[in-house]
């Protein structure tokens, strides 16, 4: 099994998923029956019948650019092409933060000497998923493990999608079924576009010290580049609650918008002796 659906299979589970019958789909989604029938059969649909399918079943961003590329096909191919010394130096400049080129195959492409630190043994040339699969040290560095690479490999599933199922694909994922773990999770039908919380948790090996990175894959606008910027920062510690300081209203105050004649008459006594007997307010 590819891992890759086709429209009418992809809709067909997510139909089951949201306990609705074919009846009560067709109804949400203004179509017959029988047409429903025929797209989960294999029938190719309409721009208009995705959408609405896709609204029926509440499809998020990332599920319905995943099911549009079902039933359209993939996006143009993009020759594998490398980053120029320019970008490697950018790569460099990024440091202390964490930064790596990564193909759309999730293929590790360039690292600058942050990530080397961060993630052993995910050098250029390895791949992502399979370090996560293959490597014991992955299960080391990644606090949650589990999480990380259920959600790693639904954007995995979602870049197959948009990219075809080439050779390439068909090695990592043939490599990876040494895992039992990873065939259960290549079964499924879910996908995501960006990680929900942005942030994930990364153990040193060395000193087993965590720290929380803040995560974004930058995508360029350029249609000729076939690889991201995966960037890890580290996230501050929150901002310590101070206790608000209670004031106490003054006694008297003296406006500061008068006028120069007002401004210099002599302040009476008694609010001198007001000024006198009012205390500063205690410092924390």
Not at 71 to 76: D, Q, W
Not at 86 to 100: G, T
Not at 224 to 232: D, K, N, Q
Request: some cysteine; hydrophobic content about 40%.
């Amino acid at each position: 099994m590819s891992g890759v659906p086709t429209f009418g299979e992809y809709i067909r589970e997510r139909r089951t998923t949201a306990n609705l019958t074919r009846p009560q789909l067709a109804w949400l989604a203004n179509l017959s029956v029988a047409y429903l029938t025929k797209i989960e059969s294999g029938a190719n649909p309409s721009r208009r019948v995705i959408e609405s399918l896709s609204t029926a079943l509440a499809l998020q961003a990332a599920e319905f650019e995943y099911a549009l590329i079902l039933a359209e096909g993939p996006l143009p191919r993009i020759e594998a092409d490398h980053p120029a010394p320019a970008d490697l130096e950018y790569l460099e400049l990024l440091n202390p933060k964490i930064a790596a080129f990564v193909s759309g195959t999730m293929d590790i492409i360039a690292v600058n000497a942050a990530h080397r630190e961060a993630f052993p043994q995910l050098d250029p040339g390895c791949n992502y998923i399979e370090w996560l699969m293959l490597n014991p040290v992955s299960r080391t560095v990644l606090v949650d493990w589990q999480g990380e690479t259920r959600q790693s490999i639904t954007f995995f599933r979602l870049l197959v999608a948009r990219y075809g199922f080439d050779e390439r694909v068909r090695e990592i994922v043939e490599n990876c079924r040494a895992n039992p773990e990873f065939g259960l999770l290549w079964r499924g039908d879910s996908v995501t576009d960006e990680r929900p919380d942005r942030t994930k948790l990364v153990r040193d090996p060395k000193t087993l010290a965590i720290t929380e990175l803040r995560i974004t894959m930058w995508r360029t606008s350029s249609s000729l580049r076939s690889w991201m910027l995966a960037l890890g920062t580290s996230v501050d510690q929150p901002t310590a609650v101070t206790r608000p300081v209670a004031r106490e209203r003054p006694i008297s105050s003296r406006p500061i918008n008068t006028f120069s004649s007002v401004s210099n008459r002599t302040p009476s006594t008694e609010v001198l002796a007001s000024e006198q007997k009012s205390t500063p307010t205690p410092p924390i």
